[in-house]
Every structure is written in C-alpha cells, then in structure tokens.
C-alpha cells in the first residue's frame, strides 16, 4: 500500500526556516517524481517544487524559487522541501505527492514553474505551515 506522510510543518516568524520531511512507503522512490503542494484558506492549490527520479531533475515555482531547495534520499524512502527566508504567504498546508512517471510529472508544470497535481497519483493527508510573527 502506498503511504506518504508528510511532518515538520509548525509556526516560523519571517525570514526563518524550516524542513518538511515526507516519509514514503509501498513502492520504490528511487523511480518516482515526487511533489510539494500548498493550499491556502481561499486560495487554489499551488505546486510548489518537484524532483525526478534523477535528483538533477527539479522544479520551482516562482514564488519559491531561491528560497526552496527539494531533495530526496531514495535510501531512507524521504523526500523533503527545505524552506528559507520564508514569508507570511508561505502559510498554507504542505502536501507531498507522488508519481510514478516522472518524466512527465518533472516536464509538465504549471505557467508559474510549478508542478501539475494531475500528475500526481498519490498524496499525503498534509502539514501546516504558518509564517507569522
């Protein structure tokens, strides 16, 4: 059974950082793509990064580019969004998901440089984040 759960999220002031982890289980992660989703209250969900089965193989979107860096070790099955210099419209609830095509969860992305949830078949029930003084 595949399972993703996702953990790390909590309260961070402006400009401080965290790391989510995503913890993965029931399949190979060395040859899925995996993705970080956010959703807002009111607001549609966003990709915010991706990663191939080739760890070369990324995605940001523009509002995180720079201050995000995706990664993952296959040999612990985690996958994790590190998050920097993080604002008050970075508060959302995180989401990993996964695919297993990744050559095209990794190529298809959004117009703002994130990746497409359609993409994703497997998804983590999420972890709030909140940026606030």
């Known amino acids: 059974q595949v399972q993703l759960v996702e953990s790390g999220g909590g309260l961070v002031e402006p400009g401080g950082s965290l790391r989510l982890s995503c913890a993965t289980s029931?399949?190979?992660?060395?040859?899925?793509?995996i993705g970080w989703f956010r959703q807002a209250p009111g607001k549609e969900r966003e990709g915010v990064a991706c990663i191939g089965a080739s760890e070369s193989s990324t995605c940001y979107a523009d509002s995180v580019k720079g201050r995000f860096i995706i990664s993952k070790d296959n040999a612990k099955n985690t996958a994790y969004l590190e998050m920097n210099n993080m604002k008050p419209e970075d508060t959302a609830i995180y989401y990993c998901a996964a695919a297993s095509s990744p050559v095209m969860a990794t190529m298809i992305r959004e117009a703002t440089g994130g990746p497409v949830a359609t993409q994703y078949k497997h998804w983590g029930q999420g972890t709030q984040v909140t940026v606030s003084s």
């Open positions: 029931g399949f190979t992660l060395e040859y899925y793509a």
